[in-house]
């Protein structure tokens, strides 16, 4: 092959894709929207982007006489990936924010950049303690592992559930999850009889649960990421765990709204906490999840709805500082920031940028031929307790 | 000792599984010397066409079955005369270059049609659960994996090594010109095998939504297990990927359930050794091509 | 016998640089200077590069194939992390070197393993090991920092002098000095007579062991050089981007790897380099362009190019081009057809 040839190949193409310069258009405000768009996360970017839209159309993409713009960008979870992409975002396209985040060490990853750039970092999904004390420009408005495991793990201890099984996936927000139930759990005076770390990528749970079943518990507390629970609990089923008398708790995302109705009747009866659930009893809600099913024909889950909290944040902060985009009095305007939500009400702590809000305890439940999560007990204003402990 | 029985049986049944996806490219790898690293995609077209039929169009899950076979199977044996039977003489790079290029587009194209969520399919209520045989936990759904799977094994042992079109295609893999000089129409008979390992897939696929999970990453995921029970199991007969599934199956399961820290290892470190003791897999043959 | 002259003149002959690779270098200069916003994205196009430059010397000069290079890469990029965060060294540049030189050591050890058997047993040895090696990096999460990877790396300034700026420009000539370094190394390496041995092993292994060529050992003397490099890569992500995560293992990295190389054509050094270029381009014109589905349009480019013929389809993006050379340097263009892949 000729090198001349090649080269003139390369270069034609190297112009062509890094001359192309971004439109500059004055008076708008730009997002960054990195998510994953493929990839085993996919399903999570997905419903953030989706939530994100449903907002646009329903509240105009003018904000404070200023145009809004989402940039979507896709990182497949990728660390370096979500790096590069922050990073081209802010020098490129001179974005106002950054918002999305799938996962932890993307979150992370970007957290240098918004320090050094002055830009709001609005994370929507990924959901250890640590993001929000990695740099003061970031926001979080989706929720912490530390929040819920908390409270199921009081729960549990005071409704008669003694022995508990763990089966969590080997990353942070699993070993966050693990850390606070086992924390207040055993502090309730329960015990836990078998802890198991699953692989992240994980196809088969069989012997996993067989582990589960053979330690003989009372319940099995779980957390695997969303789109993995409904494996687990056919597998769970399959394995005969509830004839055996083994309940399932865990935080809410293994029954995850988005995935819950193809579980089968096998998830009826579990018990999780969670920030939202689609059955949530309010008028918001309900026109919420209505909208979301008209426009994308699917039920919202909870990360539909952080991403809805995002974007109505960064929309409330735009109108607080009247549509300055100067970076400090974004967050100053996000800090302690309240507002009724989908989920409930919710705001934002001044000290620490995470969010705050209401966890239910939900179960799983028939409603009209399809199953949801009904909430059946409330914790108010719950904080991360991640952080809060310190 | 009952739980042994239990892993043992899980694993089995995984390995079936394993073996009924893998055996398609074990045909077209090991005999037709063409790497097709898009044999999943033919898995997931089948499991995904099994879960429209099932849970959209209300079939009955032993209906969507053989539909998941044929209609693999159809576009396996399109894709093999338009495509893939210009490539039987290219590069093994350009073979992958080309079936990765096909993987990535499907990949999208199911993530564009059927969305990036899970999806399952909806089981008949006799499938679902587990019973007791002498204390061992049978599941209900492995038990129908094996038999489905074992009565495949043996049908298409029978098939190769009794019938004609056994010895033809046999005949056509070890000397496609002097097959062709006898008067054996060699493209249609690797038409007729592609399409048929290509239904296999498809068969397999929608066997396991149900363990494994069915997403849009489906091909991409298990590319990794296809070709480890192909290169151990070897080339030379169907037998070879069929122990090597069984092998890999339980293995993976006892890993788990035994060391479940070092699960992984298991299956690699097994491959590497077998690899380094017989190159050209447990059954391979001993010339090298 | 007028063999052995000939022979080396052959080799000085393809051996001195052409104008069109000086063309080559100074072009990678001045992106540069014409893109200064693009640092980041350029750099990553240098890593993948060098990165793909390693994977050209097995599978381009001697033949073996490789479905599991990211094992090098991994171990490059964990080594320069690992040193970063714990102090051990703090000069990048020592640090890379150290860091390849780890992963020369494992492609020496490894090479033993990967010496045997066939194309499809090395693919699978090969993926094998890093596929054993991810595993084991997700197993040691209190060293590797499982999935999350190694967090709060902070890099040391380059000589004590060049800090990494948040535009990647620093990171930028320093991944593109250690290229241009490198490539002149493995230039000099496949020139040289043990360069030409190997290509006569790959060419057929058997007649290169009949005139005298010790096969075995040239295979692990390349494949160690390989490694080398590929860590070097590695290493050189984690510096310039202050991440190691478990990704950098993965099947995908080194099955990218494999499709970069192809595209652009193995066995001539610049294959690698500008399979780079064209497969990021490509990856960020359609990831721009649809986020969601972008690798739709990736695979499609890729049955294409299959499909058309990799000459055929450089025949006509270059017509025009020839076209104007012919018009204006009177001499006739010319598009060779590419050489044989190694298969």
Redesign the interface.
Known sequence: MSIRSQILLAASAVAAVLAVAPAQAEDAVKIGLILPM???Q??TG?QIDNAIKLYMQQHGDTVAGKKIEIILKDDGALPDKTKTAAQELIVNDKVNFIAGFGVTPAALAAAPLATQGKIPEVVMAAGTSIITERSPYIVRTSFTLAQSSTIIGDWAAKNGIKKVATLTSDYAPGNDALTFFKQNFTAGGGEIVEE????L?N??F???L??M??AKPDAVFVFVPA??G??FM??Y????LD?AGIKVIGPGDVMDD??LN???D?ALGTVTAHLYSAAHPSAMNKEFVAAYKKAFN?RPGFMAVSGYDGIHLIYEALKKTGGKTDGDELIAAMKGMKWESPRGPISIDPETRDIVQNIYIRKVEKVDGELYNVEFATFEAVKDSGKTKK | MT?LF??LF?GVA?GMLLFVLACGLAVT?GLMNFVNLAHGAFAMTGGYVCAVLVNNSGWPFFAGLPLAFVSSALIGVVLERA?YR??YT?????????S??????????V??IM??????I??PAAL???FDFFGV?I????LMIIVICGLLTVALQLVLARTRFGSRLRAAVDDPRAASGLGINVPQVFAFTFAFGCGLAGLGGALSA????L???FP?????YF??VV??GGSSSITGPFLASLLLGIG??????YV??????VI??I??VI??WR???LFGRTA?? | MTALPDLSSHALASARWRPAEIVFWVLALACAFLFPSRYLIMTDIVRLALFALSLDLILGYAGI?SLGHAAFFGVGAYSAGLMALHGVINEPVIALVAAGLVATVLGFLTSF?VI??????R???T???A??L???A??YSDITGGTDGLQGIEMQPILGHFAFDMFGKTGFFYSLIVLFVLFLLARRVVHSPFGLSLRAIRNNPLRAAAIGVPVNRRLIAVYTLAAFYAGISGALFTQTTALASLDVFS??RS?DL??VL??GG?GYLYGGLIGAVVFKMLQEFFSTITP????????????V???VGRARIHRWALWLPNLVIRQFAGRKAVVAIPE????
């Open positions: 493929t990839g085993g996919a399903s997905k198991v770390k699953v692989p990528a196809p088969d069989a012997p996993f067989q582990r079943k053979d789109g993995q409904g494996n056919k597998q089923a399959e394995r005969g004839k988005d995935l193809g579980m089968g096998a699917s | 739980t239990t892993i899980d995984y790898l495509l210009h490539l290219r590069s093994h790079l350009d073979q992958v270059l080309f990765v290029g096909l993987v990535f587009m499907s990949v999208a194209a993530d564009y969305g990036s969520s899970r999806i399952f909806k089981l679902e659960g587990q936990g599941g209900r759904y492995r149900e363990v494994l999970g997403d849009p990453y991409l995921k298990f590319m990794i070709l480890i290169t151990v993976d399961v006892a890993g788990k359930y479940p820290k070092m699960g992984p290892f690699y470190t491959m590497i690899l380094i190159p050209n897999g090298t091509r | 194939v393993l045997r058997g066939v194309d499809l047993t693919l699978m040895v993926l094998g090991i596929l054993l991810e595993a084991l997700e197993r099947f995908e099955a494999m499709l192809v595209i193995t969601q589905y972008w690798q739709f349009w990736i695979g499609l480019v890729l049955v190019i299959v499909l044989s892949d190694a298969s």
